[in-house]
Structure formats: C-alpha cells, structure tokens
C-alpha cells in the first residue's frame, strides 16, 4: 500500500526508493513536513540515502511498518523543543495566559468579562459598557492579548477620540507589550499607492479621521477582514430618530461600514443610553442590525440585549478580598455670595443678555427664520456662563467680542459708505460662524470632544450678533465697551467673591496629610481665561510655582501626557488645574479632592470630572466641593438640585451621581439654566423650573433611571468573586511558570544565533537579533513586529518596572513567538524520533518510557495546526505495563523533566531499547491508553528515560498523541 511521509520508521521495508527493490530503512530525518532524508540498506547489505518529498508518497510502498521511534534524536535539541511545543501551548494548561504575560494584576470583573464574557463569543459582536472607572482599556487588552497567543488574532483596529488615542497606544505597550501604531497622515502619505490598512496590521486610528474621510473608510474596506476591531467612546457613533426619520451622524456611518469589515467587533462605552430607548435599538444595531433595525416604540417588541452586552455599575464591583472596589463618594456644595461690584456686573451683563436674546426672537418672528436666533443665543449663553465663570473670564470675552464686531464695523463703513445709517449689513456670510440648530448643540455638548466644543464656543461668542444696520451694530458696540469697562474694574478691585470661598477651602483640614503636607487636589473650571486666572493665584497663595500644573485645550498631548505624569509621581506637585480636556480618558486617581469652580451646563460633564478621581485604584475617600453663588438666576437653579440630590443620595446611596446626565427627559438642565436668566422676574416660569426640578430628582423617578440605567439583569456578588478567585489560584499553579521560559528561551536564542547578556539580577539586554528572526512575525501571521535590539527585556513582572523599563518575555511576546516558531521548524523532528535522555544523578539502571499525550486540531492559517485538549502532558510508562486494559496500570504524568539532561549514548540507547521491549511493551508503545492519570513520579526512581512525542498535523487533522 501507499506510504505517508509520517509512516516511515527505522527497521521498516520500503519499496520505491531504489527501483521495486525492498530496502530497510536505518534511520528517518524529517525535514519540515514537506520532506524527509531517509539512510537504509539494501538486500545485497549496501548502505544509500536519499531525500523523499512529499509529491513521491504515491511511488513508495510499505511493506512492514518497523519500529514507531528509533530513539536516535538529540537529547539535548529533544529537551528545547518539547519546551517550545509546552510553551506554545501554555494557554491550553493556563485559561488566563494572557494575565501571566502581562504586567497587570486584573480584577474579578476585568477576568470575567474577558474569560466568560467574550472570548466563548467566536465571532463576537459585543458592548462592553461598564460605568467610567471600571478599566475597560484594561479589559480590550487582556482580550487582545489571548486572541494573540491563541493564534486568532493577526490584524487589530482601535478606534477612539483622538484625545484618547496616544493613551491606548501607551497603555497598550506599557501593560502587554503590544506594539500599535497610530493611523497619522504622515503614515498615510508614507505607503504611498499602497494601503496602510493592509501593511499595517496593528493600527489605532481617530474616531473623527475616518468618519470625516470616505476615501479613508474605502481603502479600510479594501484591506483584508480585520481579526478585531475596538471601537471606544462608542456612543459617540449615534442616530436619532426625529419623527419616522432617522437621522444618522458620519460617525455612525463610519461605524457601520468598519464593524462590517471586521471578524470581531467590541465596542466600548460607560454611556450606552442616552434615555431613548429608539436611540438605544439604534445603536445596538450597530452589532445585530437585522435584531435591532427599525423604530420599535413598543417595550414588547424591544429586542433584549443581554446576550450582546455587558453592564457592571460600580457599586456592583469587587476585588478578589470581597471588599468594594470603589470608596466612598461625598460631595459638597459651597454656597458663597457676590460682592458689591460683582453683583453691578452680573445684573448688567445679564441684562444684556435678556434684551439680546428678546431681540433674536423678535428677528426671528419677522424673518420666519429661527436660524440666526439659535446662533446668537448659543453666543449669549457661551456668554452668560463665562459671567459666572469668573470675573476675568467674562472680561476677556467682553473684550474679544468687541474688538471683533468693531472690525466688522469698519468692514461695513467701506462697503455702505454714502449710505444711510439703518441700511442692512452686507457682511453676514463672512462674518457668521455657521448655522447651528439646537440639536447640533444637544449633540456638541454629548458627543464631541472638549477641545471641540471649545471652538466652536469661541467662534460663536466672538462673531454672533443680532444687529442688521450699522446703527444696531455701533449700538452693541458701545453697549460692550461700557461692560468691558465695568469687567475691568471688578478685575482690578480684585473682590472675586468665588476666590474667596476657594481660598477658605484650600485651609480646611482634608487638604492636609497628618504630618501638614498638602495633599493633590484636581480642581476644574469651564474656561481657559478662568483657568489662567486661577493659575496665578494658586501659585502666589502656596508660593511655590512648580506646585501647580494646567491642562486645557490649547496644551499639546506629548504635554499632557508629561502632565498628568508629573501630577502622579511629584509629591512636589500638588494642584492640577484643568478643564474638560482632562475630563477625557485620563486617570488622576492619584489625587481623592476635587473642586469644580465652574459647575458645567451639562451634567454628564460633572459625571465624568469625578470619573477622574474615583476610579480603580483610588483608596481614599473621595471629596468633591461645588462652588455656586447664592444670588445668582442659574446659581440658585443649581443650589435646588444639589440639594435634593443630596437628600436622595442619603436614601439611596452614591448610584445618585451616576444618573445626572438622564435626570431631565424634557428639557434639558442647559434649557432650564438659560430660562433662569431670562425670564427671572415671571413667577409662572420659575413656579414651571421649580416642578422640573422637583420631578427630576425625586426617589421615584431616580430609582427608574438606575434601573433603566442598568439596562441588563447582571451583576456580581461575593460568591461569583470567590468562584473566580479559586479558578485564578488554579490556573496559576498549573501555568508555564517564568522560569522555564527564562531557561528556554535564553538557550533558544543563543543557539539561533542571538546576543543576549545578563545585566542587573533577572534582566538581560539583547544586542544582536539574527535576521531569520527579525522577518519571522510575517511568516508566522503574529501583527506584532520583532525589534532588531532590546534595551532590557524580563521574564518575572516585579522587573519591568525598574529603569530601565524592560520588555517582559512570555507567551505572546513576538520575539518568543518567533523563537518557538523556528525551533520547531527547524528541529521537530526530533519529537517523531525519541531520544534517550539520561539522569545523571540516578544510580538506578532501569528505563522508563516517557509520552507526551494530547489531541490536535487544525488551526486557524497561516499558524500551524494548534492542540484542542487541555490535558497535553508527558506520561511515564513502567516496564511491566500491560499492554491490555484492567488493573492498577501505574502510569505516572510528568510536568516536565528537570534532571534530565545529557544525551543517551549509544549504549545507552540499546540498553534502554532492550529492557523497554519486555513482555507487553511492545504493542504498549504503539498505542498505549491508560484509563487515569497518577500523581508526579519522583525524580530519581529510574535512571533512563526514553521520550517520544507524537504530532497530528494538517494532514492529519485528527491524529492523536501516543497514549491518548
């Protein structure tokens, strides 16, 4: 009969090497598995070798199938590759690798949703929608980690806010070793007529990059499927019905398309509801459209979502203790009143306000147009706010609006020159930043970035203006002048009341350590003229300039970055002032004090600010004061909310703070602020806010936000945090442990070829990489590239950290990878052979068979086919073992061989193969199936151990390993 290449054994009779003529095989050297060099001896007692390829099985013939190993491998070369073929399947004995080979210690929440949640999802369509804090980037990563290790993951996408895209790529590096590369134009512009979405398999890319771009979402859908894509702050892909239309944004779109192009789609929010339930079937069709497609207004025809997401408020996590993750929340309203001239200026400003805002509505009714009223009213609420910012805010913007409509004035007077005075204005295109409605305005202040809605507050205050005739415009011109006049005074007198309370909280005893050190306080304001304000004051009040550092919109990232890690590690600095730019995906939970001087307009703003503190990792306390002036229209509008909130929280706990964003289903907090300020002095509107208020933030309509807030039926207890606490344990006692890692891999890369050298105590520095290693990630299907040099590089997390920062090698690491991946090409051989491995150390002189025993299965191309059974270990096997079933059959299973280590002799091996051949052993070694394995054999009760392994591969799909 035919021969495969796997059948070819020493001792056996083949015919078709040497024309019909019968040799026996002496000895069988694979050579990868498409060829195999075989040495045999003729009939007449000559000696030949030959090299069998593959295309040749069907001229050979078996005629006797000879021994099942010669035992003739290397032992040395047969010890490095069993280790590469344990290590490359360590995640088959480890269910949480991905956790060993990173330099993080997750929680119960972060595992669950990883190792229960997402990876039995094969594809995966799934919303990771835990509240802010939870560690969500932590989360994507693990499972980025695991799809790699498990071969399933080559081509990776994350899309996020540009604010955010730096941090994932550090956090990526910094915690798994990951190395992503960040879709910029001069990236772009460098592949040339190619595409960097196909050269390029590990991107993160700018939500608003690819939704402004349909050239760029075209060449993205040209490129193969991606493996996974991530999308973060994914509520910002939003729709809206309006009426029986739905109105859908470039980022939804973009989503769309791109979750359309991908195996595994994972998007991430801590804000997937924005209180509409269409909305919401919207935005899930974005992982199942033919479920969640069309407006469904009926609760009973909603689709249930439980199976597409997960939901995990904080109160509902835990660390492996049982203990609450999260600390408590108090938070603290501080009420201060105006001075004298700050009053003056508020009531004139105000009234500025009012008489502009009337004024637009009147236009508006003339024109039945609303367009331009919505523009100047954004401006005069932008305008409004900044009054209560702060003095030297609603200066600066008094000034800049009138520089800029006296240099549209003087444009004007060119053009009208000779003309009339009430002649209409000719420079409204020019001048006007762009028409907005009020639910672009909803949609700025939810989904766009603060840096976003801090330009289009600019160009709107600076330009936006009621009047129509030059007369109208040197009216509001001079209007502003006597404003900023007033402003400037208020300014000089320095009676900043709202400074004044702040003062008097920087010396209350939380800022305090025990010992009289100030401890790190975050304090946001809304404005950037108020920031720089505060700025100089702090540092003049704590005398020390380094102690104070600022984040806003003009700060470039690199800078942020430098920031914020100054702010964490510099017990020098210990004030961060910020405004929402920092309220965007950077974690401050170094610091447990807050101080909002500003108050936003919406409230989901504030949510987020004390995201920044109270997150993972926080074990204080933490303490939030909001800063509010008593005797202002919008000041008092607050102070009633904070209060019955504070009442609610005392009956239902902190969940209260999670829920500001939906408090108001009508109108929205931002609406009822801006009718405080105009219609202040009509009791029937202030008797309408007051019910709003009192509708908003009653137990019962807060107890229905929590519970739509939650949107599944999910949560977890002390018990489920047990459970997964002893699944840890166990799975970190049977993982590959660093060390054999350390010993396999330090061998490996020097006999490749590599320069490796030992600096501080478990830390090594790689000089040298050998090019068949560098190019070896591209042959292999592993997206993560090789370097040609290592600065440091580990094997034990505890010494990443030192500095030099090291690389921690372990399973996953693509120059590891890369390693594993030659040595079995190289010498896999080997396990189809045996060897005689000898114990130097054990006097004893009877042998044992050693097995290696699995089951294979064909994995996903290019990687090579990848064990489907968690139960891959060696088997020692006694002499007398019957080969029948029944009885104590003895067997012994073997983690690994430590003592084993120099090469059987000749000798040896015919020793070895003499006493293993006794009565029963033989058909044993064929095919030996014990019924149950048995405790670990001591190290030193046979002297001589005969190892085999047996490989099932592509063509032979369902092999199984000898002994199985």
């Known amino acids: 009969m035919t021969v495969r290449l796997e059948e070819l054994k020493p001792d056996a009779l083949v015919k078709g090497l040497v024309g019909r003529e019968a040799v026996r095989l002496i000895s069988v050297q694979r050579m990868g598995d498409m060829a195999c060099q075989v040495f045999y001896r003729g009939q007449d007692g000559s000696t030949g070798d030959t090299i069998v390829f593959r295309s040749q099985e069907a001229d050979l013939e078996l005629v006797s199938g000879g021994r099942k190993w010669s035992f003739e491998g290397d032992g040395e070369i047969f010890r490095l590759v069993s280790e590469a073929e344990r290590i490359r399947l360590a995640y088959l004995f480890d269910p949480y690798v991905a956790v060993s080979s990173s330099t993080i210690d997750p929680l119960p929440h972060q595992i669950s949703a990883v190792y229960e949640h997402m990876l039995p999802r094969q594809p995966m369509r799934f919303l990771l929608a835990d509240d802010p804090g939870a560690g969500k980037t932590i989360m994507a990563g693990l499972l980025i980690k695991e799809l790699l290790i498990r071969g399933e993951l080559e081509r990776c996408l994350i899309v996020a806010p540009g604010s955010l895209t730096e941090q994932w790529q550090d956090e990526l590096k910094e915690k798994f070793e990951l190395q992503f590369e ?28 690819l939704s402004r771009d349909d050239e760029l979402q075209t060449r993205l859908e040209q490129a193969p499927e991606w493996d996974l894509v991530v999308f973060d702050e994914s509520h910002r892909m939003s729709a809206h019905y309006f009426g029986s239309e739905v109105k859908r944004t470039k980022r939804y779109d973009m989503g769309k398309r791109v979750g359309n192009h991908a195996r595994n789609l994972l998007l991430m929010t801590a804000t997937p509801h924005n209180g509409k339930d269409e909305d919401f079937q919207l935005f899930m069709a974005l992982l199942d459209e033919d479920r969640f497609a069309g407006q469904q207004k009926d609760a009973v025809h909603r689709s249930d979502p439980t199976d597409l997401m997960r939901r995990l408020v904080k109160e509902d996590l835990y660390t492996f203790a049982g203990t609450k993750l999260f600390p408590e929340r108090r938070s603290y309203t501080a009420e ?54 702060s003095p030297f805010a609603i200066h600066r913007s008094l000034e800049r609006r009138r520089q800029r409509l006296e240099s549209r004035l003087k444009e004007e007077r060119l053009l009208l020159e000779g003309r009339e005075a009430g002649s209409k204005l000719l420079l409204e295109a020019k001048y006007a930043p762009g028409a907005i409605s009020d639910d672009d305005i909803t949609e700025l202040y939810e989904e766009d970035t603060a840096d976003e809605v801090e330009a289009a507050e600019e160009a709107f205050t600076d330009n936006a203006t009621t ?8 009216l509001e011109i001079e209007t502003l002048k006597g404003l900023e006049k007033l402003s400037k005074r208020v300014v000089d007198q320095r009676c900043d009341a709202k400074w004044s309370e702040l003062d008097r909280i920087l010396d209350q005893e939380q800022m305090r350590e025990p010992n009289g050190a100030r401890r790190k306080l975050v304090l946001f304001t809304e404005f950037k003229d108020t920031l720089t304000d505060l700025a100089i004051k702090i540092r003049d009040r704590l005398g020390r300039p380094e102690a104070v550092v600022e984040i806003h919109g003009g700060v470039p990232r690199d800078r942020r970055r430098q920031i914020v890690h100054a702010f964490m590690n510099d017990p020098e600095v210990v004030v961060l002032l910020a405004n929402d730019a920092a309220g965007e995906g950077v974690n401050l939970q170094r610091a447990h004090l807050m101080v909002n001087y500003d108050l936003p307009w919406n409230p989901n703003r504030l949510e987020q600010r004390f995201g920044r503190i109270h997150r993972i990792g926080q074990k204080e306390v933490c303490h939030l004061w909001n800063l509010l002036a008593k005797d202002t229209r919008e000041g008092d509008v607050y102070i009633q909310l904070l209060h019955k909130l504070e009442i609610a929280r005392e009956a239902l706990g902190d969940k209260v703070f999670d829920v500001l964003g939906q408090l108001f289903s009508g109108r929205s907090l931002r609406d009822l602020l801006m009718d405080a300020v105009r219609y202040n002095q009509q009791p029937e509107r202030q008797l309408q806010m007051e019910e709003a208020i009192e ?31 002893q699944q840890m344990e166990r799975a970190m006692a049977r993982r590959i442990h660093p060390h054999y890692v350390h010993d396999f891999f330090i061998e490996a890369f020097r006999r490749l070829g590599g320069k490796v050298f030992e600096r501080e105590k478990g830390r090594y520095e790689i000089t040298y990489v050998p090019p068949l290693l560098l190019d070896r990630n591209q ?51 080997v396990l189809g052979q045996g060897a005689v491995l000898v114990d130097e150390r054990d006097l004893g002189t009877e042998p044992r068979m050693l097995f290696c025993h699995g089951t294979w299965a064909a994995g996903r191309p290019p990687q090579p086919p990848r064990a489907a059974a968690a139960d891959l270990q060696p088997i020692a096997i006694p002499r007398d073992q019957p080969p029948g079933g029944g009885g104590d059959r003895r067997l012994r299973a073997l983690s690994r061989l430590p003592a084993l280590e120099r090469r059987g002799t000749a000798t040896d091996r015919r020793d070895a193969e003499r006493k293993l051949a006794g009565p029963g052993l033989g058909p044993a070694c064929d095919h030996p199936r014990p019924n149950k394995l048995g405790s670990r054999a001591p190290g030193g009760d046979e002297g001589r151990t005969a190892g085999a392994d047996r490989q099932g591969g592509a063509g032979d799909p369902g092999a199984d390993a000898a002994g199985d």
């Not at 009047?467 to 040197?474: F, K």
């Not at 949107?711 to 207890?717: I, K, P, R, Y």
């Not at 592993?782 to 030099?804: D, L, M, N």
């Open 182 to 209: 960040l879709l910029t134009r001069d990236l772009i512009n460098a592949t040339g007529l190619g595409n960097p979405f196909e050269q390029r398999p590990l991107l993160i890319a700018r939500m608003d990059q």
């Open 336 to 389: 201060y009143e105006l001075s004298e001239p700050e009053k003056v200026l508020y009531e004139k400003v105000t009234e500025y306000v009012r008489e502009e805002m009337n004024r637009a509505d009147r236009n508006a009714q003339a024109e039945g147009s609303g367009k331009k009223r919505v523009n100047v009213g954004f401006a005069l609420m932008t305008l409004q706010r900044r009054l209560a910012s």
């Open 467 to 474: 009047a129509q005739t030059l007369a109208e415009l040197e």
């Open 695 to 725: 509708g908003a933030v009653n137990q019962e309509h807060l107890q229905q936000l929590l519970s739509e807030r939650a949107l599944v039926q999910q949560g977890m207890d002390v018990h489920k945090v047990e459970l997964l606490r």
């Open 779 to 829: 042959q292999i299907g592993f997206g993560v590239p090789v370097q040609p040099r290592y600065e440091r590089i580990c094997f034990e997390k505890e010494h990443v950290t030192a500095s030099p920062r090291a690389e921690l090698v372990s399973p996953g690491h693509p120059l590891l990878e890369a390693c594993l991946s030659l040595v079995l090409e190289r010498d896999g051989a």
